[in-house]
Antibody
Framework: QVQLVESGGGLVKAGGSLRLSCAASGFTFSDFYMTWIRQAPGKGLEWVSYISSSGSAIYYADSVKGRFTISRDNAKKSLYLQMNSLRAEDTAVYYC?????????WGQGTLVTVSA | DIQMTQSPSSLSASVGDRVTITCRAS??????LNWYQQKPGKAPKLLISAASSLQGGVPSRFSGSGSGTDFTVTISSLQPEDFATYYCQQSYSTPWTFGQGTKVEIK
């Protein structure tokens, strides 16, 4: 069965960095676009970034462009999100999800808390 | 960016009720519209893609319709496990955007 497991979240000070990981299993990871989506506490969903199956195509939301970097390692079946220059407004649960434009499988999420 | 507006923001309904949630896009999105269900503390679940295509394993009491700018998801007979928050999402142009959510609560 398809599984996505995020890790790497935690408490970080504003201006700091964090790297999220998402370990995939149960499907051919290298065949699929992958996406990061976040949800601030008590708020709605916000698309963050996607990466193509080969890693050659990448897109970011304006709110994270220049600060976040998405990447993947198909040999390790893993997706990453390097987050730099973190701000209080980046506080959210970060989900990895399978797909480019609709998301049929999601991880359980990892909480990132940015303190002022 | 395309703005997605859902209505209502919340509703109270009883088991067995027919429930309809509306999603309106700020510009034309053809049928590039997806619906998700999220229960507290859980990840969202894809229910419907391309406005009306039910995902595998999703009960047939769920249905989606619409095109252009106006879309709906309908639950024909609300079940206890359907109490959740529902989000629409446009996949017509990046950045993909979500509606603010509709919380379906027990009356």
């Amino acid at each position: 069965q398809v599984q996505l497991v995020e890790s790497g979240g935690g408490l970080v000070k504003a201006g700091g960095s964090l790297r999220l990981s998402c370990a995939a299993s149960g499907f051919t990871f290298s065949d699929f676009y992958m996406t990061w989506i976040r949800q601030a506490p008590g708020k709605g969903l916000e698309w963050v970034s996607y990466i193509s199956s080969s890693g050659s195509a990448i897109y970011y939301a304006d709110s994270v462009k220049g600060r976040f970097t998405i990447s993947r390692d198909n040999a390790k079946k893993s997706l990453y999100l390097q987050m730099n220059s973190l701000r209080a407004e980046d506080t959210a649960v970060y989900y990895c999800a399978r797909g480019q434009s609709s998301f049929d499988y999601w991880g359980q999420g990892t909480l990132v808390t940015v303190s002022a | 960016d395309i703005q997605m507006t859902q209505s209502p923001s919340s509703l109270s309904a009883s088991v067995g009720d027919r429930v309809t949630i509306t999603c309106r896009a700020s510009q034309y999105i053809s049928r590039f519209l997806n619906w998700y269900q999220q229960k507290p503390g859980k990840a969202p679940k894809l229910l419907i893609s391309a406005a009306s295509s039910l995902q595998g394993g999703v009960p047939s009491r769920f249905s989606g319709s619409g095109s252009g700018t106006d879309f709906t998801v309908t639950i024909s007979s609300l079940q206890p496990e359907d109490f959740a928050t529902y989000y629409c999402q446009q996949s017509y142009s990046t950045p993909w955007t979500f509606g603010q959510g509709t919380k379906v609560e027990i009356k």
